[in-house]
T-cell receptor, first 112, second 114 residues
Framework: DTAVSQTPKYLVTQMGNDKSIKCEQNLGHDTMYWYKQDSKKFLKIMFS???????INETVPNRFSPKSPDKAHLNLHINSLELGDSAVYFCASSQAVQETQYFGPGTRLLVL | AQSVTQPDIHITVSEGASLELRCNYSYGATPYLFWYVQSPGQGLQLLLK??????LVQGIKGFEAEFKRSQSSFNLRKPSVHWSDAAEYFCAVAPLSGNTPLVFGKGTRLSVIA
């Protein structure tokens, strides 16, 4: 029944490792997003896909690579993890870019 | 560029007291307006939204917000706060068209004391 789900919920890893976070939505939405929330709770959009096509790509290191195998999934792969990547990463979806976004529960990433 | 300002970083209210969280936006035209709530350790949940029509919008959990075009504001209110309302509140705006997504404010943390 979960509308937007993310896995894993927690991720603890060493610097330099490569990791992936998965997101799935069962709302039939066309648009999906990845956000990064820092320790001060500031939400920053990273990427947005519409119908599997990248439409928003903010200033994000190219170590971050989103992949959308289909409309219902948007995964985030991170190469060569750094300490500063520690944050909560939220996936979201909406029917259209301007419309209400529905958020996943977040993935808490800690890089040691 | 559009921006959203939430002037209050942290607000503390007593349980049962009324609440108003401020949100101002800077945009050329009236955008879509949203309020989200984030409880500790959770994702964001939509409280209410304004697209058009009646400027007083009712949301979930007893919240309401009023859009004031002249002040470019969309303040969130609740007449009587419950301890479970303690959370982070985010105002967000989106333009009426194009591929520009929601722009979020920096959030207001609400603490509720007995």
């Amino acid at each position: 029944d979960t509308a937007v789900s993310q896995t894993p919920k927690y991720l603890v890893t060493q610097m330099g490792n490569d990791k992936s976070i998965k997101c799935e939505q069962n709302l039939g939405h066309d648009t999906m997003y990845w956000y990064k929330q820092d320790s001060k709770k500031f939400l920053k959009i990273m990427f947005s896909y519409n119908n599997k096509e990248l439409i928003i790509n903010e200033t994000v290191p190219n170590r971050f690579s989103p992949k959308s195998p289909d409309k219902a999934h948007l995964n985030l792969h991170i190469n060569s993890l750094e300490l500063g990547d520690s944050a909560v990463y939220f996936c979201a979806s909406s029917q259209a870019v301007q419309e209400t976004q529905y958020f996943g529960p977040g993935t808490r990433l800690l890089v040691l | 560029a559009q921006s959203v300002t939430q002037p209050d970083i942290h607000i503390t209210v007593s349980e049962g007291a009324s609440l108003e969280l401020r949100c101002n936006y800077s945009y050329g035209a009236t955008p879509y307006l949203f309020w989200y709530v984030q409880s500790p350790g959770q994702g964001l949940q939509l409280l209410l939204k304004y697209f058009s029509g009646d400027t007083l919008v009712q949301g979930i959990k007893g919240f309401e917000a009023e859009f004031k075009r002249s002040q470019s504001s969309f303040n969130l209110r609740k007449p009587s706060v419950h301890w479970s309302d303690a959370a982070e509140y985010f105002c967000a705006v989106a333009p009426l068209s194009g591929n520009t997504p929601l722009v979020f404010g920096k959030g207001t943390r609400l603490s509720v004391i007995a």
